[in-house]
């Protein structure tokens, strides 16, 4: 469950991203958050994982105030999210499986665990014949799809998305919709921001619209 | 706690990894810090070997004990037995004055003005070697049996070893000075490493902050890497400082063949050994512990784009 109320987000310098936004999702919701770019969706996405925090209001996620949670309990916060960026953020020096591995290590799995975690998580969006490849030989579409095994290795009971399909040709958009679709079907909350129409046609999703920084619809 | 265990070897293994990738600089940096601990450890050896060689050439100080002229041979037995129960006291040699005198006679070359006198104008002594021979401790003995009857003198000839001690005493201190100023140095050079590798390391370090990683689970290869590479320069230091001992016997073997008496300096020791290590390995973890506190800071995903 979260829950937004109110929330303003001023950055320093005054730009104000997000202004007086209430919303709620529920548990295995699909969510798509649209709107032009500068509207705030990015910065919408942040303040769930608390990389960013609220200006006024207040960010609830699972019954924890997310906005004023102190900074040793955010890791413990952010491991409940699978995170996958627009620009990858993968580490180019560690192979396919290594990146993979990286939130299960972090989370304290034993070698073995994190072994056969990974290749079920590289099975499922279909990278587990690269498992040895440097990311960096890898094509736009299968980088993507290494950057979500990676969010959802540790089995996250959310996912957010950050414009997940930019950059890709309408080929690998319809492969990463369908990998959401698959983990929407297994009650995995999914928070999806973007402005790739043909994705939300497809997927159908609940809409949430942004339109310079305060919710449109 | 198997998980735990893997987790800090995989630290140490990539921390190891990092070893590798960058040798040329990793090389240096414990060359630099070897070097810097070579000095004082080499320093602190030497002042141990100078008082080793102090203890063995001088003769351990003693005390002289003159009794009363007039001092009966039961008043004498009494001091005997006194010094016999002392546990301060490791022994003691009795002087009678008849022998002082024939002593003082063969010793001095003035036998005809000893013959002379009119009567021995020695008392009888005794000479005491103490349990301890520091200063503090004989001057205590000194006191002790000053108080006892008929006892008209302790002389105790302490100049000597508190000249002796101050002078060594000072050397601690200087060398405990450059220590000190070399351990700063050892964790700015620490210090400054450590914030290289944050920066190449951005990245990661930003990925790992995203999904969850705590701070400590980011620190953890930096203070390991520290602590290694301190510990290296540690290992080197040890091997610096004991070949130039054995290099300084090699020479004096052949000094001392010539003056017939033996010269040898003494390698470190397993403490000292141990110490230079451990305290080594302590400075490069504080180096990059200072360094990762102030370099991790900046790099909160949190901080606005």
């Keep these: 469950m979260i829950s937004l109320s109110h929330v303003s987000k001023r950055y320093p310098g005054g730009h104000e991203a997000l202004h007086d936004v209430s919303l709620t999702i529920t548990p295995g919701e699909l969510v798509f958050i649209t709107g032009h770019s500068g509207a705030g969706k990015t910065t919408l996405l942040k303040l769930l994982p608390a990389i960013e925090r609220p200006t006024a209001g207040s960010v609830v996620v699972n019954r924890q105030n997310v906005g004023a949670m102190s900074a040793r309990a955010v890791p413990f916060l952010r491991r409940k999210f699978g995170l996958v960026f627009q620009d990858h953020k993968l580490l180019h020096d560690r192979n396919v499986f290594e990146n993979v591995a990286l939130p299960l290590q972090i989370g304290g799995y034993s070698a073995a665990d994190t072994a056969r975690r990974v290749r079920a998580a590289l099975d499922k969006v279909g990278l587990l014949a690269l498992e040895k490849a440097a990311p960096i030989t890898l094509s736009g579409g299968e980088q993507q799809r290494l950057c979500i095994a990676r969010a959802i290795v540790h089995r996250p009971a959310i996912l957010l998305a950050d414009e997940p399909t930019a950059n890709l040709d309408a080929e690998y958009a319809t492969e990463i919709g369908e990998l959401f679709r698959s983990f929407h079907q297994v009650g995995v909350t999914i928070i999806i921001a973007t402005h790739d129409q043909a994705l939300l046609a497809r997927l159908a999703p609940r809409e949430i619209a942004l339109k310079h920084g305060t919710l449109a619809r | ?305």
Aim: glycine fraction near 6%; hydrophobic fraction near 50%.
């Design chain 2, 1 to 305: 706690m198997r998980a735990w265990l893997g987790h800090h070897a995989r630290s140490m293994a990539s921390t190891l990894a990092s070893f590798g990738r960058a040798p040329l600089g990793a090389a240096l940096s414990v060359l630099v810090a070897g070097i810097a601990l070579a000095l004082p450890a080499g320093l602190y050896l030497t002042i141990d070997n100078l008082q080793n060689a102090a203890r063995g050439l001088a003769t351990e100080p003693q005390i002289s004990v003159f009794m009363a002229l007039d001092a009966s041979r039961a008043e004498i037995a009494q001091i005997e037995a006194r010094l016999k129960q002392n546990p301060r006291v490791q022994r003691y040699r009795f002087v009678p004055r008849d022998q002082a005198l024939r002593e003082l006679k063969q010793a001095s070359g003035i036998a005809d003005l000893v013959d002379s006198l009119p009567q021995n104008p020695l008392p009888d002594a005794f000479v005491v070697s103490a349990q301890d021979s520091s200063p503090q401790s004989l001057e205590a003995l000194r006191d002790e049996i000053k108080q006892w009857p008929r006892v008209a003198l302790v002389q105790l000839d302490a100049a000597w070893a508190r000249r002796l001690d101050a002078v060594l005493r000072f050397g601690q201190l200087a060398v405990a000075l450059l220590a000190a100023l070399l351990a700063v140095a050892l964790v700015a050079i620490m210090f400054n490493n450590i914030r290289l590798q944050v920066l190449t390391r951005r990245d990661e370090i930003e990925v790992a902050k995203l999904i969850g990683a705590t701070d400590a689970f980011i620190q953890r290869p930096f203070l390991y890497y520290g602590a290694l590479q301190g510990c290296a320069g540690g290992v080197l230091a040890w091997l610096v400082v004991n070949a130039c001992v054995w290099l300084a016997n090699r020479q004096l073997g052949e000094l001392s063949h010539l003056y017939a008496a033996l010269f040898q300096l003494r390698y470190m020791g397993t403490a000292d050994s141990l110490g230079l290590l451990g305290l080594s390995a302590a400075l490069g973890w504080l180096g990059a512990w200072m360094s990762v506190h102030r370099h991790l800071k900046p790099l909160e995903p949190s901080s606005p784009k």
